[in-house]
């Protein structure tokens, strides 16, 4: 049949503010936990990752979240700027190097000047 | 910095017709992999490949596809007879890891659109 295009959940974001972006998953044996940005006709770029034995990590104006007991993920940003305009996915592992990542849906940031 | 690259980056092909996409991953890595995005929808793994050989395969790879290192540089993955469904952008990603240098980090390249007619 004929694919249907995916329903994108859109978070809009004044510039400036904070953008919290949330995922939830479904293997609990998953590991390791990467969020991407993919702005369009290029392929998804790392973001920032965390690994199931931590619940927090931080990088430059952006924090991952894991919350292993209700199986969730979720992605801030600080200061949201125009090029932060883009579909995030988060993905999942179970372990380590060499495994394949199973991807979220996406969420579309749209940021307003 | 270091990327993965790939060549072309859009390809049109007929039905039925044979495809060679090409990749060339970040080149201390030792871990390759396919995935593909149809339009709108989100990015599906296709295969990895490390130490020469395939190392997990979804139900997407079929007999149809083939992945091949054919020297020190190329990750290939090869389309055998495309059908119309195979429409889709082609990413291919590199990441390294070895003992306790381990990292997860999976590299994306650009991707190839491929489109089949």
């Known amino acids: 049949g004929e694919s249907v295009g995916l329903h994108l959940p859109t978070l809009s974001v004044q510039e400036g503010d904070n953008s919290i972006i949330n995922c939830a998953y479904s293997n609990s044996a998953s590991d390791y936990f990467i969020w991407y940005k993919q702005e369009s006709g290029k392929g998804p770029q790392f973001i920032i990752d965390?690994?199931?034995?931590?619940d927090k990590r931080q990088g430059q104006r952006v924090t991952v979240l894991l919350n292993k007991t209700v199986k969730h993920l979720s992605l801030q940003i600080a200061a949201t700027q125009p090029g932060d305009s883009a579909v995030y996915f988060c993905?999942?592992?179970?372990?380590?190097?060499?495994?394949?990542?199973?991807f979220g849906g996406g969420t579309r940031v749209l940021v307003k000047p | 910095e270091p990327e993965v690259t790939q060549t072309p980056s859009h390809q049109v092909t007929q039905m039925g017709q044979e495809v060679i996409l090409r990749c060339v991953p970040i080149s201390n890595h030792l871990y390759f992999y396919w995935y593909r995005q149809i339009l709108g929808q989100k990015v599906e793994f296709l295969v990895s490949?490390?130490?020469?050989?395939?190392?997990?395969k979804s139900e997407i790879f079929d007999d149809q596809f083939s992945v091949e290192r054919p020297d020190g540089s190329n990750f290939t993955l090869k389309i055998r007879s495309t059908k119309l469904e195979d429409s889709a952008m082609y990413f291919c990603?590199?990441?390294?890891?070895?003992?306790?240098?381990?990292?997860?980090?999976?590299?994306f390249g650009p991707g190839t659109r491929l489109t089949v007619t």
């Open positions: 990603a590199s990441s390294t890891g070895t003992g306790t240098q381990t990292t997860y980090e999976q590299y």
């Open positions: 965390i690994r199931s034995n931590m």
């Open positions: 490949f490390y130490n020469n050989e395939i190392s997990e």
């Open positions: 993905a999942e592992s179970p372990k380590a190097a060499g495994n394949k990542l199973t």
